[in-house]
């Protein structure tokens, strides 16, 4: 874990700057065990009474390796709690999915819900269920009504994710190779003044049009794009289609940017959409580059692996993204405050958690965000050719 280290702190230092499976079951407990640290998901059955006391992570659904990596960090840290931990997503990535699984585990008397959810509205009255029963709900990664979460734990500051992801399409699209630590901005300003080209034109390939995540991070490329620099050059409006974070549905909105070929870049702010335009930017051998949130071990065939090789010679020459398991080792520690009384997740309140593999015991105190409160984990990472073989072998 030498490496995590280092890339850590490259990782802080290029963005900390301004700112501070369908219902497949992979290990089900077995009757009469005591190990309910499962990783089932789908149907939360009344009859599976085992789940008393017992702290739900749910995703916004199955077979999405970022939900899969965010649980391995909350169950790592809670275990070592001596906790008992369940993973539970729907099949389908909707709102109505969760809400009904949501109910089924309420009932079941689960003891906190930590949660990534798939829209803003529709979950009151479960969430309601859920504090009367006093159940904490903590959200991560896609947040939960403020109105009923204890907090959220943010992933990283969304307008600098706005931001960085803009700059790196818009350099890609220019041919220019990851700039290095703190410099994308500057990179831009510098080689937009000497660009008369045609306007360069976007295209955003997302999750679902209502998932809360995606559509801050997409409304921070919008704050970025009206940023002077870009006017004339790169065009205001996002060319946005919606995959709903699944890979067929994710393929054939990657397939529909091909054929219109109107875009020079995508952004594909969700793991499951840039995984698929990857593979379908490359079978097509389309000149449509690529950017976005990716997982370097899905990533792999689609970006340059050592500092040697041409990073355009690739469909996506370089993404970004932060620590997964980390980000769910963290949203287990506010759920295990909040559990324990600790932490209301009130503006200023703090919990403590513990080291965690290569990270030391930290302090995340609760800010104000929105209409709620939320602690940020951490910030994002740039995987380029320098390191994407050091990060593959971490996510
Ligand atoms: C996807 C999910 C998740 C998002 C990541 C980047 O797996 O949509 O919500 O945060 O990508």
């Given at each position: 874990m030498k490496n995590l280290k280092r890339l850590t702190a490259l990782g802080m230092s290029v963005f900390m700057v301004g700112s501070l499976i369908g219902c497949s079951t992979t290990s089900v407990p077995t009757e009469?065990?005591?190990?309910?640290?499962s990783k089932e998901s789908g149907n939360a059955s009344?009859?599976?009474?085992?789940?008393?006391g017992t702290h739900v992570f749910m995703f916004k659904?199955?077979?999405?390796s970022f939900g899969d990596l965010m649980y391995e960090g909350f169950e790592e840290y809670l275990t070592a709690k001596g906790e008992k931990t369940v993973y539970k997503s729907p099949a389908e990535t909707t709102v109505a999915a969760q809400v009904q699984m949501l109910d089924e585990l309420i009932t079941q008397k689960v003891a906190s819900i930590t949660i990534s959810t798939n829209?803003?509205?529709?979950?009151d009255e479960v969430f309601k269920k859920a504090q009367e029963a006093g159940i904490p709900i903590v959200s991560v990664d896609s947040e939960a009504t403020p109105d009923y979460r204890i907090c959220h734990v943010n992933q990283a500051e969304v307008a600098d994710i706005g931001s960085y992801l803009v700059q790196a399409a818009v350099l890609i699209t220019l041919g220019v190779?990851?700039?290095?630590?703190?410099?994308m901005e500057e990179t831009v300003k510098e080689k937009l003044e000497g660009y008369s080209g045609d306007e360069i034109k976007l295209g955003v390939l997302s999750?679902?049009?209502?998932?809360p995540v995606q559509n801050s991070w997409i409304a921070a490329m919008e704050d970025e794009l009206?940023?002077?620099?870009?006017?004339?050059?790169?065009?205001?409006?996002l060319d946005k289609k919606y995959g709903n974070d699944d890979l067929t549905e994710s393929t054939t909105q990657a397939q529909a940017f091909i054929a219109e070929n109107s875009v020079d870049c995508i952004i594909s702010p969700t793991t499951v959409g840039i995984a698929a335009a990857g593979q379908a930017l490359k079978s097509a051998n389309s000149e449509i580059k690529l950017t976005g949130l990716g997982i370097p071990s899905e990533m792999q065939s689609f970006m340059?692996?050592?500092?040697?090789?041409?990073?355009?010679?690739?469909?996506?020459?370089y993404m970004m993204l932060w620590d997964v398991i980390h980000l769910g080792a963290v949203s287990g520690a506010a759920t295990y405050a909040a559990v324990e009384g600790t932490?209301?997740?009130?503006?200023g309140a703090s919990f403590e958690m513990d080291a965690f593999r290569d990270y030391e015991a930290t302090t995340y105190e609760a800010y104000q965000s929105g209409e709620g409160t939320a602690v940020l984990a951490g910030s994002p990472f740039v995987f380029s050719k320098d390191n994407m073989a050091e990060w593959i072998e971490q996510l």
């Open positions: 009469g065990s005591t190990d309910t640290q009344s009859s599976d009474a085992s789940l008393e659904s199955t077979g999405n829209g803003d509205a529709g979950y190779d990851y700039p290095g630590d703190g410099k999750a679902s049009i209502d998932t009206s940023k002077d620099f870009y006017a004339g050059k790169v065009s205001k409006d340059p692996k050592t500092a040697d090789e041409d990073a355009f010679d690739y469909v996506c020459p932490f209301d997740g009130s503006v």
